[in-house]
């Protein structure tokens, strides 16, 4: 049976390795080594994900984790190069855009071991982002990159990678597939909604995390009281990122709105179904905001998610008070088309096609 390495090591990355080990395990065919670098290791960040989306247990966990950007990438690439030497594995595959990802695939490609890039191709043009660094750099070393949208095939085609020999498709984004398979479950599995004792339509779910907002306190504190104003309409349900917290807390901020811990993939869900709008900065709960039909009021300067923007059902606001508050008042009253389809389908086995095929390939 050919092998597999996937690295996970962030809480998007659970989600979407979820999906594709699952289709993994049905087939049969395929050995996967999950190895995870500990980026993420709160219990609600992450031993929540794997219990929850049955994700099969990492062999391996590198505890890698609180440390500077450059600290953490190396110490990571040196810990996957013994676990890659011992599995001698005929790819790997890497999920999105953290140092995780960068580690994985940047470690892989220099043993001369097949890189798979799940998300691939995705922009902000900010490269102020780490984010946006890692994505770029992983694109350019991964033989085979799953484009979520046709804006990310763009993308990679303006920076010539038709050019080059790596294999680019369009796969639709994988995230869908998760939202689809385990919003089936999460009204049996989750009781947030009646234990918050939160009210349909009543409340907003608003998640920030991102460097360029949690490192400037002046955009922290305007998201904040753009959301506590809000919170006098409508109640502020936000569960707290670690590194946020660890923010606010250190500068003594405190705001009135509703924060709890991180919460689980289920309770995710049940928040969604039930909320009047998402406030994020995050690039995933962008796009499941949509898949449950409601809008998004995106607390940053760009997006890699662009047709959500183009077709109403996003906005663009920054880290301004006034324009969080402005955004919210607007998309009360807005009456957007949700039936539009813009992620694909069946994602997790278009995926799992091409991964069989690249295995083929000597
Ligand atoms: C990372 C990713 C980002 C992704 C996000 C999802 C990078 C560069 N960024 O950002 O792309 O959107 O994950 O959440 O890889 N911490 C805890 N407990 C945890 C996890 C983190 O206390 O379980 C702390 C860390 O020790 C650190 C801070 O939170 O002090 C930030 O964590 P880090 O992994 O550096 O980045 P994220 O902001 O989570």
Not at 49 to 58: A, K, Q, R
Not at 77 to 90: F, Q, R, S, T
Not at 92 to 120: C, F, P, Q, R
Request: charged share 30%.
């Amino acid at each position: 049976m050919k092998k597999i390495v996937t690295i996970l090591g962030a809480r998007p990355q659970f989600v979407k390795a979820a999906v594709l080990s699952r289709v993994i395990s049905k087939f049969n065919e395929i050995e996967e080594v999950i190895v995870h670098t500990g980026q993420h290791y709160d219990v609600n960040m992450s031993k929540i994900f794997f219990d929850d989306m049955n994700i099969p247990t990492p062999k391996y966990n590198l505890h890698i984790n609180g440390l500077s950007h450059a600290a953490m990438t190396g110490q990571m690439m040196e810990k996957i190069e013994d676990v890659l030497d011992k599995e001698k594995p005929e790819a790997v595959v890497v999920y999105g855009d953290t140092n995780s990802t960068i580690a994985g695939a940047l470690t892989a490609k220099k043993m001369n071991i097949k890189v798979i890039h799940i998300e691939a191709g995705l922009r902000s043009f900010n490269m102020k982002m780490p984010e946006e660094v890692n994505r770029i750099l992983t694109d350019r070393i991964s033989d085979l990159l799953l484009c979520p949208t046709n804006t990310a095939i763009e993308n990679l085609k303006k920076e010539g990678f038709d050019n080059f020999t790596n294999k680019v498709v369009k796969s639709g984004d994988i995230m869908k597939d998760a939202v689809e398979y385990y919003s089936q479950f999460s009204g049996d599995k989750s009781s947030i909604i009646s234990n918050l004792k939160l009210e349909k339509n009543e409340f907003v779910l608003a998640t920030i995390h991102r460097q360029e907002n949690t490192n400037d306190i002046e955009n922290l504190k305007s998201i904040f009281e753009g959301l506590e104003e809000i919170s006098k309409v409508k109640m502020v349900v936000m569960p707290l990122h670690p590194r946020t917290k660890k923010i606010l807390d250190s500068n003594n901020l405190k705001y009135k709105i509703r924060v709890i811990d991180p919460v689980g993939y289920f309770d995710m869900m049940e928040l969604l179904k039930n909320c009047n709008l998402v406030v994020t900065d995050s690039g995933g709960l962008q796009k499941e905001a949509f898949f449950h039909k409601k809008h998004c009021i995106i607390a940053r300067e760009e997006t890699e998610w662009v047709e959500l923007v183009d077709n109403g059902i996003a906005e663009i606001v920054g880290s301004k008070k006034e324009s969080i508050i402005t955004s919210f008042n607007e998309f009360q009253k807005a009456q957007i088309d949700f039936s539009i389809k813009l992620y694909g389908n069946n994602v997790g086995e278009s995926i799992y096609k091409e991964i069989k095929d690249l295995l083929k390939q000597k």
